[in-house]
Each structure stands twice: as C-alpha cells, then as structure tokens.
T-cell receptor
Framework: EAGVAQSPRYKIIEKRQSVAFWCNPISGHATLYWYQQILGQGPKLLIQFQNNGVVDDSQLPKDRFSAERLKGVDSTLKIQPAKLEDSAVYLC???????????FGSGTRLTVV | RKEVEQDPGPFNVPEGATVAFNCTYSNSASQSFFWYRQDCRKEPKLLMSVYSSGNEDGRFTAQLNRASQYISLLIRDSKLSDSATYLCVVFTSGTYKYIFGTGTRLKVLA
C-alpha cells in the first residue's frame, strides 16, 4: 500500500511570500488532516477534511492559511503571506474512517527567513 | 488545562532499563488512545493502540486508566534504538478529532 505523499520535502521562503504544500492521501482514505509541528512541540491540528468537506478548521489562522481538498482526494495547504513563526514541519495524515489511528506523510519542512 | 499532557523529558536511561511514560487527558468522552513514535526529523509513526484491558507488544506495554484519565507506556529492556520522542494521542468520536500531546523524549544510553 502506497503511503501518504507530500511535496515538497523542504521549502525556504522570505517572510510575506506565499507557499503551497501538496498532499496525496492513501487511496480510499476518507479523512485527511493537516498538522503543523513546531520544533520541540507535538503536532497541532490545522484542518480536518472528511471527503471534500471541512470537519474542523478551528485552529487554522484563516487570515493567512487556506486549504482545499478537491474531489475528496488530494489536498493543498497555502500560506499567504508567510510569517517567521510559520517555520515548522507541515504534516499531512489520512485515515480510512473511525478511530483506528492514521498514517502520516513525511512532511514539508518550511523555513521562513 | 491542555487536552493532552505529557512530561516532555528527556528521560535518559541506560540500556536494559525499564522506563514508563504517562499521559493525561482532560476529555472524559475520549474513546481511543494511541502511542506514536517520532524519530528526529521524521514523521510520527503508530507504535500501538491502547485498549481498556491493556495490551502488550514485545517489550512495550500500554495501559489505560479511564477513572484517572491517563494512559501509560512501559518499555522493558530498553535498546539504543528506542531513543525517540513518544507522542500520546487521544481520539474523540463525533468529531473524529485526534489530539496530540507534546511528546516525551527518551534517550537510551550505552
């Protein structure tokens, strides 16, 4: 079974620039999550999709972050404009349904300078 | 109070030692519990689920105490390769929401 694919692996941008991350979940997985993990902290949920609908985006800074999941498969997360404090690893995860845990992608490491 | 709390450590233990981590959660409606392992600069990976009756996988034992709202992870006969951060994850149904603790860092020393 192919895992969760994410790209790019690394990205360095200047503050106020825009950036987009892409995630392709495991085939058939209905639920997709984007997490932000700052160095030394646990992952923080940004947004959760069930198919192509948003279940929870309460911790997404909507003034600068946006995400979409077209056709209930791939997803993109965008930051516009980026701030220094956005430097983190952005992890995508997917699960089939329910409470069986989920699988993470390898993440995108963003550095904002 | 945080929804899921862990002691960040680090726990420095010699090879062969037994070490235990606890994780407390605040939502009594939480239904499922997991331990994830995260190596440096890698994504978290599922280590084991935590069942009400407790469960064991080789040198690893997970326990759930619903009355006191905590879960634990016990590692016996620690290996150097066990060095990692161990993340506690709590799932609440209805929202299909997984909440992570900040992780406990373990360093097994030769």
């Amino acid at each position: 079974e192919a895992g969760v694919a994410q790209s790019p692996r690394y990205k360095i941008i200047e503050k106020r620039q825009s950036v987009a991350f892409w995630c392709n979940p495991i085939s058939g997985h209905a639920t997709l999550y984007w997490y932000q993990q700052i160095l030394g902290q646990g992952p923080k949920l940004l947004i959760q999709f069930q198919n192509n609908g948003v279940v929870d985006d309460s911790q997404l800074p909507k003034d600068r972050f946006s995400a979409e999941r077209l056709k209930g498969v791939d997803s993109t997360l965008k930051i516009q404009p980026a701030k220094l404090e956005d430097s983190a690893v952005y992890l995508c995860a997917s699960s089939p349904r329910g409470d069986n845990g989920y699988t993470f992608g390898s993440g995108t490491r963003l550095t904002v300078v | 109070r945080k929804e899921v709390e862990q002691d960040p450590g680090p726990f420095n233990v010699p090879e062969g030692a037994t070490v235990a981590f606890n994780c407390t959660y605040s939502n009594s409606a939480s239904q499922s519990f997991f331990w994830y392992r995260q190596d440096c600069r890698k994504e978290p990976k599922l280590l084991m689920s935590v069942y009400s009756s407790g469960n064991e996988d080789g040198r690893f034992t997970a326990q759930l105490n619903r009355a006191s709202q905590y879960i634990s992870l016990l590692i016996r006969d620690s290996k150097l390769s066990d060095s990692a951060t161990y993340l506690c994850v709590v799932f609440t149904s209805g929202t299909y929401k997984y909440i992570f603790g900040t992780g406990t860092r373990l360093k097994v020393l030769a």
